[in-house]
Each structure stands twice: as structure tokens, then as C-alpha cells.
């Protein structure tokens, strides 16, 4: 296996530069300790999170403010829609962020941000006081980017695009999808959380479908012309799935004018196609937080300085994660945990005195097509003076062998191994 869970561990934290710092400060007896706060227990917050309390040696006081008791990620999702893991297994909690690093683990909202006071507020009551922020809150979904979508759609048409129920209605429907019938996928435009992750999910509901359902039809429509590892998908669909993925580009369906939850049906320029399962991926946005704090610009997204994380409205507070403007960096997990341990660092050395290197990140992400039939894409970054920039990158081949391409599934088992166990200890 290319990457076991010790490896990725052990690889993140020397990219990061991370790590038992030396000239590592400590609040001398009886003086408050700094306070950082994290909000969102994602990829990115949960990272964050552990590797301030664990790096700083009890030097800094972490709170973590994240709703959820359980996080599911969304990345590896797919693969319970495609049978290949549990819902158990993507789901994880704050027991050991807590009882093994002392953070703080405060289970609600985070309803508004004080930055003159540098407070958070929470929607059960009160606030909690920082000296530096560090924001994660993933994406919003803008649902009325597809015409006739909503909140109250989603439990008709599932979007799935924040794990956890909305991925167990999906699965559930497409179990109970009629013989014969029409999966149909709009997918989100540009940007958006994990380039290739509709076209996994499109992967993994085929390979669903070709034993249950094999006369079902798959119908993709997109808003892009062209997509991640396109290729990639293209050769696998052809070879796994022969005649079931039709993917119909903007130029080609001419844009969807509506959708109706109740009927199923989604009109395009084009034509109507009634779809007995509908998954809807809306466009998508920094989470509410950091719009209601003044973070976010035009983009609906916070631009950050790329050394450090910082946003560029306020330098006490760093964004990390989907919620970001990074670059050359797609939206994903991996690029998360990247971005936190290099905030980590920096608010490390401005608030004990701790040394900091030159930041460095890395993404990878995997997809599987079928059974063994991994592909991955992938890029090291480094800190520009306006934005983090790819200094090399790589991809899989069209036309690799079994054995290749069996051996980057297993790695990527390793790596979710790895990651979930740098996020949550």
C-alpha cells in the first residue's frame, strides 16, 4: 500500500513544517494563556484544533465550536453510496480532540463574530472571547442557483453534498429506484468542495446500478464544459458501464430554466428529463459564517494572505478550508488538513514565540470508478505573494494496468486512515 495511515501522518507533518517546535514559549505561572478559537470541526477546523493544542504544549487554550456530536466527511462518501464502506465508517467524533489534547469541544452554532471585541457568538447563549480566530465552516449551498431548488427540495431531489442524512436519503432512493429508470445528476459549476466528486458519485452509483439495476440510465447536467480527470472517468465509464453515463455538457443541454421536486422532472433548453432519482448539486459558498462576519468578498468565497492563512480583512482571523480563496488549491479534505497545520504554525509563533518555517502544502485526491479502479490527481503548493501556487503536479494515465490502478485504491484507503486520524487523534 502506497500510504499507510503512520505514513500520511508522518508525511502532512513534515510538509507542513510542523511538529515539537523548538523555542516553543509557555504563559509563565499564573498568566492567562492565549486563546484561540476554532469554529467548524471539519477537515480543516478539527486539524487546526489538534495540532495548536498538541504543538503549543498546553501554551495556548483551544476551544472548538462545531454543532455536530458526529462529523461525516464527504470525502469517501461516495463509496458508501457505492457499497465499498458503512455510513459508521466515514463518521467521527471530539472524544479524543477533548479527552487526549485538551481542547475545548463546545457543540454549538456560531452565530455571529465580534471582531472589534473578538468574540464569538453562539446560538444557545453567551460567547466565548478569542485571541485568535481561526474560521472553517466548509460551504453553503446558494439553492436557488438551480431554478426551483431549495432547502425543503432537498429532501425530495438530495444534494448530498454535506455528508451524513442527505447522503443516506440519496443511498436510499437509489435502492428503491424503479427498474429501468434515470438517475439524473445537475452538477455544480465552478467553484466547488472536491473537483471530481460528482463524477465519482456518478462512478459509484453505476457500479450500484449494474448489478441491481442494469437497464437503469445515468444522465449528468452540467453547467461545465469540461471537468476533473475527465479522461479518467470517460475510459472507466466506457469500460465499467458501457451505454449507461450519458454527460451532457451546458453547450449541449443549453442550461436548465427549472426543476420540479414533486414531478422529477428537470427542464433544460434542450429537453425535459424526468428523473426517478434527482441529485441536485447547487453552486456553493463560503459557510454563513463568514459572510455574516464581513470575511467573504464578491467571489462569495474569503480571500486569505497565502503564507499564513490569514484573511485579509482581519489578520487576528484565518480561513481555512472550502470556505477559502487558495489558489491553485481545489476545495477538498486533503487541501484543508494542509492549510490548518500551516495557520497552526503561524498562530503558534505570533502568540508563544515558537519558530515558524516556510509553509508548504500538498493535496491529493482520489476517486474510485470500480472495484480496484482507483485514479488519482495531485499537486504540491507553495506560498506566492498573492496566491498559494502548484509547483508540480501529477495525475493518473488513461490505459493503466489493473495492478496500478488497484494499488492507488489501497492508497487511498490508507491516506482516509491517516487523514481522519490527524484530524480527530
Same mark, same amino acid.
Given at each position: 500500500?502506497?500510504?499507510?495511515?503512520?505514513?500520511?501522518?508522518?508525511?502532512?507533518?513534515?510538509?507542513?513544517?510542523?511538529?515539537?517546535?523548538?523555542?516553543?514559549?509557555?504563559?509563565?505561572?499564573?498568566?492567562?494563556?492565549?486563546?484561540?478559537?476554532?469554529?467548524?470541526?471539519?477537515?480543516?477546523?478539527?486539524?487546526?484544533?489538534?495540532?495548536?493544542?498538541?504543538?503549543?504544549?498546553?501554551?495556548?487554550?483551544?476551544?472548538?465550536?462545531?454543532?455536530?456530536?458526529?462529523?461525516?466527511?464527504?470525502?469517501?462518501?461516495?463509496?458508501?453510496?457505492?457499497?465499498?464502506?458503512?455510513?459508521?465508517?466515514?463518521?467521527?467524533?471530539?472524544?479524543?480532540?477533548?479527552?487526549?489534547?485538551?481542547?475545548?469541544?463546545?457543540?454549538?452554532?456560531?452565530? *455571529?463574530?465580534?471582531?472589534?471585541?473578538?468574540? @464569538? #457568538?453562539?446560538?444557545?447563549?453567551? =460567547?466565548? $472571547?478569542?485571541? /485568535?480566530? +481561526? !474560521?472553517?465552516?466548509?460551504?453553503?449551498?446558494?439553492?436557488?442557483?438551480?431554478?426551483?431548488?431549495?432547502?425543503?427540495?432537498?429532501?425530495?431531489?438530495?444534494?448530498?453534498?454535506?455528508?451524513?442524512?442527505?447522503?443516506?436519503?440519496?443511498?436510499?432512493?437509489?435502492?428503491?429506484?424503479?427498474?429501468?429508470?434515470?438517475?439524473?445528476?445537475?452538477?455544480?459549476?465552478?467553484?466547488?468542495?472536491?473537483?471530481? *466528486?460528482?463524477?465519482?458519485?456518478?462512478?459509484? @452509483? #453505476?457500479?450500484?446500478?449494474?448489478? =441491481?439495476? $442494469?437497464?437503469? /440510465?445515468? +444522465? !449528468?447536467?452540467?453547467?461545465?464544459?469540461?471537468?476533473?480527470?475527465?479522461?479518467?472517468?470517460?475510459?472507466?465509464?466506457?469500460?465499467?458501464?458501457?451505454?449507461?453515463?450519458?454527460?451532457?455538457?451546458?453547450?449541449?443541454?443549453?442550461?436548465?430554466?427549472?426543476?420540479?421536486?414533486?414531478?422529477?422532472?428537470?427542464?433544460?433548453?434542450?429537453?425535459?428529463?424526468?428523473?426517478?432519482?434527482?441529485?441536485?448539486?447547487?453552486?456553493?459558498?463560503?459557510?454563513?459564517?463568514?459572510?455574516?462576519?464581513?470575511?467573504?468578498?464578491?467571489?462569495?468565497?474569503?480571500?486569505?494572505?497565502?503564507?499564513?492563512?490569514?484573511?485579509?480583512?482581519?489578520?487576528?482571523?484565518?480561513?481555512?478550508?472550502?470556505?477559502?480563496?487558495?489558489?491553485?488549491?481545489?476545495?477538498?479534505?486533503?487541501?484543508?488538513?494542509?492549510?490548518?497545520?500551516?495557520?497552526?504554525?503561524?498562530?503558534?509563533?505570533?502568540?508563544?514565540?515558537?519558530?515558524?518555517?516556510?509553509?508548504?502544502?500538498?493535496?491529493?485526491?482520489?476517486?474510485?470508478?470500480?472495484?480496484?479502479?482507483?485514479?488519482?490527481?495531485?499537486?504540491?503548493?507553495?506560498?506566492?505573494?498573492?496566491?498559494?501556487?502548484?509547483?508540480?503536479?501529477?495525475?493518473?494515465?488513461?490505459?493503466?494496468?489493473?495492478?496500478?490502478?488497484?494499488?492507488?485504491?489501497?492508497?487511498?484507503?490508507?491516506?482516509?486512515?491517516?487523514?481522519?486520524?490527524?484530524?480527530?487523534?
Amino acid at each position: 500500500m502506497g500510504i499507510t495511515r503512520r505514513g500520511f501522518a508522518k508525511g502532512t507533518a513534515a510538509i507542513a513544517g510542523v511538529g515539537l517546535l523548538t523555542g516553543m514559549g509557555r504563559a509563565a505561572y499564573g498568566q492567562a494563556r492565549p486563546k484561540v478559537v476554532v469554529i467548524g470541526g471539519g477537515a480543516g477546523g478539527a486539524t487546526a484544533a489538534r495540532y495548536l493544542a498538541k504543538d503549543s504544549q498546553g501554551a495556548i487554550d483551544v476551544t472548538l465550536i462545531e454543532p455536530t456530536k458526529a462529523y461525516y466527511t464527504c470525502f469517501f462518501s461516495n463509496l458508501y453510496l457505492g457499497g465499498y464502506r458503512s455510513l459508521e465508517s466515514i463518521g467521527h467524533t471530539y472524544d479524543k480532540l477533548a479527552s487526549d489534547f485538551g481542547v475545548n469541544v463546545v457543540h454549538d452554532w456560531a452565530v *455571529g463574530i465580534d471582531r472589534d471585541a473578538k468574540t @464569538v #457568538a453562539l446560538a444557545g447563549g453567551g =460567547s466565548v $472571547p478569542y485571541d /485568535k480566530l +481561526v !474560521v472553517s465552516p466548509g460551504i453553503d449551498l446558494i439553492y436557488d442557483s438551480v431554478p426551483g431548488y431549495s432547502l425543503e427540495a432537498a429532501s425530495l431531489m438530495p444534494h448530498a453534498w454535506k455528508a451524513g442524512t442527505q447522503t443516506a436519503l440519496l443511498k436510499n432512493k437509489i435502492a428503491a429506484m424503479r427498474e429501468g429508470g434515470t438517475f439524473a445528476m445537475v452538477a455544480p459549476p465552478n467553484p466547488y468542495r472536491c473537483p471530481p *466528486g460528482p463524477y465519482e458519485r456518478i462512478s459509484m @452509483v #453505476a457500479h450500484v446500478l449494474k448489478t =441491481s439495476n $442494469p437497464t437503469a /440510465k445515468i +444522465v !449528468v447536467i452540467d453547467p461545465k464544459e469540461a471537468f476533473s480527470k475527465q479522461a479518467l472517468f470517460m475510459e472507466g465509464w466506457e469500460k465499467h458501464y458501457p451505454g449507461m453515463v450519458e454527460w451532457l455538457p451546458a453547450s449541449i443541454h443549453g442550461g436548465i430554466e427549472s426543476i420540479d421536486p414533486q414531478t422529477g422532472e428537470i427542464v433544460t433548453g434542450l429537453d425535459t428529463i424526468k428523473a426517478d432519482v434527482a441529485n441536485i448539486i447547487p453552486a456553493q459558498k463560503a459557510g454563513r459564517i463568514a459572510e455574516a462576519a464581513g470575511l467573504t468578498n464578491e467571489s462569495g468565497y474569503c480571500a486569505i494572505e497565502p503564507a499564513t492563512m490569514q484573511s485579509k480583512v482581519d489578520a487576528n482571523i484565518h480561513v481555512i478550508g472550502d470556505a477559502c480563496i487558495a489558489g491553485d488549491m481545489p476545495k477538498s479534505g486533503f487541501s484543508a488538513n494542509s492549510q490548518a497545520k500551516v495557520a497552526a504554525m503561524a498562530i503558534r509563533a505570533d502568540l508563544t514565540g515558537s519558530n515558524k518555517f516556510p509553509p508548504r502544502f500538498s493535496n491529493t485526491c482520489w476517486s474510485l470508478i470500480a472495484t480496484d479502479d482507483g485514479v488519482k490527481v495531485g499537486a504540491r503548493y507553495e506560498a506566492g505573494e498573492e496566491k498559494i501556487t502548484s509547483v508540480d503536479s501529477f495525475i493518473s494515465q488513461t490505459g493503466e494496468d489493473a495492478a496500478l490502478r488497484k494499488t492507488t485504491y489501497e492508497e487511498s484507503v490508507g491516506w482516509y486512515e491517516g487523514i481522519t486520524a490527524d484530524m480527530f487523534g
